[in-house]
């Protein structure tokens, strides 16, 4: 080999050193950040002419396990599921109070029962009767404040999909330019790892809304499908569509069309059920409170103020109340209707006739709603049939309760009880969830940067830079020679 080959093979070497040390310290840079891939420098002999003369530079190899990647998306969406599910039924427990505190359901339902005890001893003091008003009233605002924080959390959820679907547009998109901006880079020979990064970070932001899984395409194109089966980025990314309501009311459904539902590139898509095509993150998780937790808690509030309301309206519990006429409780003001179910709980409230700031007379807590005279200030018998009707038992006539029979009490209490349970179970899932997404983000991180190891390749890249500079020093001082001859 001449000199000058020797010269070039050894300044070929100082540049894949070279660059294999910016390598290096961009690996250890980046050591701790988000969607950053391992760069490897590749190499091998350059051939010129038929004999080898140095190193060259073949690219840049960024690993990343697509397997492991694909399993932790999978388990991302799954998490983020199920927080969205816990933030619901928490907000329900909040809403209806838990057992024993203050001012929950169950204790505005005691709260009532020890009001009517009181009167029932004492029914000639005016104070009793309006102990009994005011915990009634109570009741029922607490009954419907609870309804309507449930289609506030529906409402919510409306807009939570309607902004998912949205950045979902918008990042499926940036794929596409990411993938058309990957192949030009690679047909110039240009190092595309940077673009590869900034593109798992865009799918990364879309995989806790809808569980995804990516396929490699030409030119380092990237494809990416639902765990259901539907394509979402093939070259051209799809559009998903959906209105928001802006505002959401008891009874408004799916299937009536007062609420979106979902389009995938303007066809229809289940958003639950075994045929759903986005089962398994936020998104799914926001129909489904939207569409099927929150109505289901509505309809047993809806449940709890019919059993109130019919309790108080039989003319056993009431004997002064004409026929078909509202007792204590109302459906703003008269009496049930069992086509009007939905939205009961939020229209419950007291009869305006025992009411004195609505014209109604205070006195007929004691006689009886429907008493023509004022009857004896000393009988009891009313707050005690008012007592006996709040403690039988009866069945549910609607809800998701069971047909066992209950008081009215323990019919709260079960309503309670419901929103708890619920919570305790949806944390669970969202314990187990989350474990299973630590456990696969530690599995990445293994295969991530290492900088123990990236020190010891620095030391061989030092070496081998010093190395290739004593040959070029070597090739100097001979050709130093040469020139003094």
Do not use: C, W
């Amino acid at each position: 080999m001449s000199l000058t080959g020797s010269l070039n093979s050894a300044l070929s070497g100082l540049n894949a050193a070279a660059r294999a040390a910016e390598l290096i310290s961009s690996n250890v840079a980046n050591a701790m950040t988000e969607g950053y891939a391992r760069r490897e420098l590749q190499t091998s002999a350059r051939v010129v002419g038929q004999s080898g003369q140095g190193v060259k530079v073949d690219g840049v190899l960024r690993q990343a396990d697509l397997a492991v990647i694909a399993d932790r998306r999978v388990a991302q969406a799954g998490s983020s599921a199920s927080s969205t599910v816990v933030d619901f039924m928490t907000r329900l427990e909040t809403a209806l109070g838990s057992v024993g505190s203050e001012g929950s359901l169950v204790s505005r339902v005691a709260g009532f029962s020890t009001s009517l005890q009181e009167a029932a001893s004492r029914p000639d003091a005016d104070t009793r009767l309006i102990g009994v008003l005011q915990s009634a009233t109570a009741l029922t605002q607490q009954i419907s404040s609870a309804a309507t924080a449930i289609q506030s959390a529906r409402a919510d959820a409306d807009g939570q999909i309607s902004d998912q679907v949205s950045l979902l547009n918008i990042t499926l998109n940036q794929v596409a330019q990411f993938n058309g901006d990957i192949g030009v880079g690679l047909v110039n020979g240009r190092d595309v790892s940077a673009l590869m990064d900034q593109r798992q970070r865009a799918i990364d932001s879309i995989a806790s809304i809808v569980p995804l899984r990516e396929v490699p395409r030409s030119y380092g194109g990237v494809a990416l499908f639902t765990t259901g089966g539907a394509i979402i980025l093939d070259g051209k990314p799809a559009e998903f569509g959906f209105t928001a309501a802006g505002v959401v009311v008891a009874g408004m459904t799916q299937a009536s069309g007062a609420l979106s539902g979902l389009t995938l590139d303007d066809r229809s898509v289940a958003t639950s059920g075994d045929s759903s095509l986005i089962s398994g993150g936020t998104l799914a998780a926001a129909f489904q409170v939207r569409d099927s937790l929150a109505p289901a808690a509505q309809a047993n509030l809806d449940a709890l103020a019919r059993d109130l309301i019919t309790r108080f309206a039989d003319p056993a519990t009431d004997p002064s109340l004409p026929l078909s006429a509202p007792g204590l409780f109302t459906d703003t003001g008269t009496g049930f209707d069992p086509s009007a179910e939905v939205g009961l709980a939020q229209r419950l409230s007291v009869n305006s006739s025992v009411d004195p700031t609505k014209g109604g007379d205070l006195s007929k807590l004691r006689d009886g709603l429907g008493a023509m005279a004022p009857g004896p200030v000393g009988s009891a018998a009313q707050f005690n049939r008012f007592s006996a009707a709040l403690e039988s038992l009866r069945t549910p006539a609607s809800g998701g309760f069971s047909a066992a029979s209950r008081s009215f009490a323990t019919l709260a209490t079960d309503m309670t009880s419901f929103a708890a349970s619920g919570r305790v179970a949806a944390e669970n899932d969202a314990t187990y969830n989350a474990a299973k997404l630590e456990t696969v983000k530690t599995l990445e991180l293994q295969g991530g940067v290492d900088t123990d190891h990236e020190m010891q390749t620095l030391l061989s890249i030092e070496k081998a830079y010093t190395a290739n500079a004593k040959v070029i020093s070597v090739v100097n001082d001979l050709l130093q020679r040469l020139l003094e001859i």
